[in-house]
């Protein structure tokens, strides 16, 4: 009996020493917890070789994939009646930027490369699962075009910059309105001369910056209130203001508020969110950016997103101050921008412009071993969601290289020509024309139903959830609207057509990139781990499954050790295991927000956005909340998708207080369609509320 009984005490003992060692290991990643920063994905080069319809976008289902979920939700008794609203001091909330979070979660950013004005979006825990009040005496806001020059002063309570910038007239308060004379840092006399000055300087025709209709797309970094981006607009320029969030107490909201393409975002550690040769024109005034850091790493940031020839126009002490330290920054900037080949163009009072080389002939020609090198032939220059900056020139391809230029043509034009770079997607100059058109009927439908609710110039800032190619922006061009468009991350190589169309945009991931699930997804996607898993009771034993993972393939010790040193919270993982495998139907990942302030938008147009969310397992609910966060109020919301989901969506207007007036349709079917659609178009109640 003693014999027998030993090989089961020692069994019991092993357990005993494993699950004391599971249980260590959680101690210490409890220790060392916090959030796992998001990893990158690179852009796939092969648009249609991972079964994305090149024009359509997103992937092709087989039907049926998500209706059985949402006829589920469809009878769920838990769809809220109401959703509660947050408390006042939460009415300017934007949650991935939210810089109080970064100290509750006792995260460490480098704050001498921004990484504090970087996202940090918050784990579900801490998510606000509530609507986002406006300030108290909110007003509609004043209409385009009134609204570039005069706010109401209620909507953005911040009156410290009309003190600050009292002598550059950035802003004037009036009243019960803030006032903006146009004026800059370094256009005290307006930005309407400046942009003048600046055409002048490089000697285009008639004085006009757009350069017949070549210079169109512009980034302005560091751009205050966005005056010079509004000023171009009278040009047919279209900036892309960018700021970081509260260095200038809500400079974005301002720009926001007076309807001004801009957005929020800063030159830290990672790229900007946009593709490779986008702006024609890079803009800093006075932006108080340190170039120099990191091998120029800045710089080579602005080099990637400009097009060949791509002009550089930087107003700024160093380049006009004759004292020792500006000298000295104006000769180390000069030199760098030398070493990358780009050459002055012009040279004029406080202004210096830059032009980026339009081949690689210069490259070939520097010293062996010179400082910054050309990037790997294994870099994506494209891909830009979470991927870090790198201190390395991308060189052109040979076709781009041969043509020396950026190969569009001027606007209006270039908006329905199809770009050479549709040939990536195999995309056809046929197809072009043909998404075009269906896009110009499809808002033509839109504007329809909306006509008898709609007043003159209700809309100007407008978000397109799922761009696409561009098409539902370039149809709007006769309306006095801007729009966002917003590329998926598993599409975002396609945010490059829009900006070789003249238009705008940034690459967003509507669901929260979980490194955690991704990786137990990819695990579990594995036919022998899915079966041994399949047959295997959630309850009975995590030292089991521990057990099993080793012997298949040894993943999750190395999943453990991987994220004990990147900090990542044990019952978070052990969390995500059991979340998906035991719940795997209701497992939902937090949808990630929008860069942007509360009541920015007066239009979302969601384009079969929601069937994509739910596929990657984010709640259709979080969406909403974070849709209505950014929706301003008495704005509307266009959502276009398969019968069953608008079903579900239209449960929440009243819990959403979207129930002002709605309407859904049965649209025409075209070749845009993926299959059976209907088209909800809502709009959100102005009323004040109570909040929680």
């Known amino acids: 009996m003693k014999h027998k009984s030993e090989p089961a005490h020692v069994t019991k003992l092993v357990k005993y020493v494993l699950v004391g060692l599971v249980v260590f290991l959680g101690l210490i990643c409890l220790y060392c917890g916090s959030l796992l920063a998001p990893g990158s994905r690179r852009a796939d080069d092969d648009a249609t070789a991972d079964g994305v319809d090149p024009v359509l976008g997103g992937y092709v289902h087989e039907d049926g994939d998500f209706d059985d979920l949402f006829e589920d939700q469809e009878h769920n008794p838990e769809v809220p009646k109401s959703i509660p609203v947050c408390d006042m001091r939460f009415s300017e909330l934007i949650p991935c930027l939210d810089r109080n979070l970064i100290y509750q979660l006792k995260l460490k950013p480098n704050l001498a490369l921004m990484e504090h004005y970087e996202r940090h979006c918050p784990p579900p825990e801490r998510r606000y699962n509530c609507l986002i009040p406006p300030p108290i005496g909110y007003k509609i806001p004043i209409r385009w075009p009134a609204s570039r020059d005069e706010v109401w002063k209620v909507n953005i309570p911040h009156t410290h910059l009309a003190s600050e910038k009292s002598d550059q007239n950035w802003m004037v308060v009036n009243g019960d309105k803030i006032n903006f004379p146009g004026g800059g840092t370094h256009f005290h006399n307006g930005a309407d001369k400046y942009i003048i000055a600046l055409a002048r ?29 509004a000023y171009l607009l009278p040009h047919d320029i279209m900036a892309m203001s960018l700021a970081p969030n509260d260095v200038h107490e809500n400079q974005i909201q301002f720009a926001l508020e ?20 986008s702006f024609e024109m890079a803009h800093c005034s006075r932006c108080r950016i340190d170039w120099l850091q990191r091998d120029g790493i800045l710089l080579l940031e ?17 380049a006009y101050a004759r004292d020792a330290v500006n000298r000295r920054i104006w000769n180390a900037t000069s030199d760098l921008l030398k070493r990358m080949c780009w050459r002055v163009v012009s040279k004029k009072d406080q202004t ?45 391809s040979g076709k781009v290289h041969r043509q020396k230029g950026s190969g569009l043509v001027p606007w209006p034009q270039r908006l329905t020509t199809a770009p050479s770079r549709l040939e990536e997607f195999g995309i056809s100059a046929e197809e072009f024309q043909e998404d075009t058109s269906i896009w110009y009927f499809r808002v033509f439908e839109y504007w ?3 006509k008898s609710v709609v007043e003159k110039d209700s809309f100007r800032n407008v978000m397109d959830m799922n761009s696409n190619l561009g098409g539902f922006a370039a149809a709007l061009k006769d309306k006095d609207v801007w729009v966002m468009n917003v590329a998926p991350v598993n599409a975002s190589a396609k945010l490059k057509i829009i900006y070789d169309r003249g238009l705008i945009g940034t690459v967003h991931d509507w669901y929260a990139f979980d490194p955690t699930s991704a990786a137990l997804d990819t695990f579990f996607s594995s036919s022998i781990a899915f079966d041994i898993f399949m047959h295997i009771l959630c309850p009975e034993s995590f030292l089991l499954m521990i057990l099993i993972l080793a012997q298949e393939c040894n993943f999750f010790f190395k999943f453990i050790c991987k994220n004990l ?64 966060r950014i929706l301003r109020p008495d704005g509307f919301v266009i959502i276009r998708d398969k019968p069953s989901i608008i079903n579900y969506i239209q449960k929440f207007l009243i819990a959403l207080r979207w129930d002002g007036w709605s309407i859904e349709v049965e649209p025409r079917i075209d070749v845009l369609s993926a299959s059976d659609e209907r088209v909800l178009i809502a709009r959100k109640k102005w009323e004040e509320v109570s909040t929680i």
């Open 201 to 229: 300087m490089l000697k285009f025709p008639d004085d006009k910056l757009n350069n017949g209709g070549n210079i169109r797309n512009v980034l302005d970094v560091g751009c205050g209130v966005a005056s010079f981006g």
């Open 448 to 450: 329809k139903q909306m």
């Open 352 to 396: 210096v412009i830059w032009a980026k080389p339009t081949s690689n002939s210069c490259f070939a020609k520097r010293d062996p071993g010179t400082i910054p090198p050309l990037c790997s032939s294994d870099d994506d220059p494209d891909a830009s969601w979470n991927v870090f900056m790198k201190a390395c020139i991308t060189p052109y």
């Open 258 to 277: 007076r309807g001004i393409p801009s957005t929020l975002g800063v030159l830290g550690t990672k790229r900007l969110p946009y593709p490779s040769r």
């Open 565 to 628: 040193v990147s900090g990542l919270r044990f019952r978070s993982l052990l969390f995500h295991f059991t979340q998906w495998k035991c719940h795997k139907s209701t497992y939902q990942r937090m949808c990630e927000s929008f860069s942007t302030y509360p009541r920015t938008y007066d239009l979302l147009h969601a384009w079969q956005v929601f069937s994509e969310i739910e596929e990657h397992g984010c709640s259709s609910e979080d969406l909403l909340i974070e849709m209505d």
């Open 302 to 318: 602005l080099d990637r997103l400009l097009r060949p020839g791509g002009y550089f126009v930087y107003s700024s002490p160093e």
